[in-house]
């Protein structure tokens, strides 16, 4: 399955509707707080139109593959770290990306979107200060969430 111009348009207004909204909250855990279906449905449909593009199901098993082993390394640097800085998880995310393995259209689309929570990470960072424990929940959901949908291609 290729990714359609709509198909596109609709993940990136879905995030960008998500990160947006959260400027209107005081922090990043309270948008997930008062938005916990819309952010989790969100999430959910980026993971699935990113892994249903494949165009086998072996594709998409490496891709499912991939984002569980990126959300995977991510969550271990939030948890195993209480002093982890918004910079040190964007290391962490770009890092664990295998760029080189992602075709151009999946190259942009993953940009753009680590680029979108990037800008919104930044929102409620005080710079080289540790990640707020709120922010923290929040982003641990997310990826939770990520991880979840993830999985449901591996168990097919």
Same mark, same amino acid.
């Given at each position: 399955?290729?990714?359609?111009?709509?198909?596109? =348009?609709?993940?990136?207004?879905?995030?960008?509707?998500?990160? +947006?909204?959260?400027? =209107?909250?005081? =922090? /990043?855990?309270? @948008?997930?707080?008062? !938005?916990?279906?819309?952010?989790?449905? *969100?999430?959910?449909?980026?993971?699935?139109?990113?892994? +249903?593009?494949?165009?086998?199901?072996?594709?998409?098993?490496?891709?499912?593959? !991939? *984002?569980?082993?990126?959300? +995977?390394?991510?969550?271990?640097? /939030?948890?195993? !770290?209480? =002093?982890?800085?918004?910079?040190? #998880?964007? $290391?962490?995310?770009?890092?664990? $990306?295998?760029?080189?393995?992602? +075709?151009?259209?999946?190259? *942009? #689309?993953?940009?753009? $979107? *680590?680029? #979108?929570?990037?800008?919104? /990470? &930044?929102?409620?960072?005080?710079? !080289?200060?540790?990640?707020?424990?709120?922010?923290?929940?929040? $982003? &641990?959901?997310?990826?939770?969430?990520?991880?979840?949908?993830?999985? /449901? @291609?591996?168990?097919?």
């Amino acid at each position: 399955m290729k990714f359609t111009k709509a198909m596109i =348009t609709t993940v990136f207004m879905a995030v960008f509707l998500c990160l +947006s909204g959260c400027s =209107t909250f005081e =922090t /990043l855990g309270d @948008y997930v707080r008062e !938005n916990p279906v819309f952010a989790s449905i *969100v999430t959910r449909q980026a993971v699935a139109r990113y892994i +249903s593009a494949g165009d086998i199901p072996q594709d998409q098993e490496v891709r499912a593959q !991939n *984002v569980t082993k990126t959300v +995977s390394k991510v969550m271990a640097v /939030l948890d195993g !770290n209480p =002093t982890t800085t918004v910079d040190t #998880l964007l $290391i962490t995310i770009d890092s664990a $990306i295998p760029w080189e393995e992602l +075709s151009p259209p999946d190259r *942009v #689309l993953v940009t753009d $979107i *680590v680029v #979108l929570v990037e800008a919104e /990470l &930044r929102k409620y960072e005080v710079e !080289n200060e540790p990640v707020k424990d709120s922010a923290r929940v929040a $982003i &641990r959901e997310l990826f939770e969430v990520a991880k979840s949908a993830a999985q /449901l @291609y591996l168990l097919k």
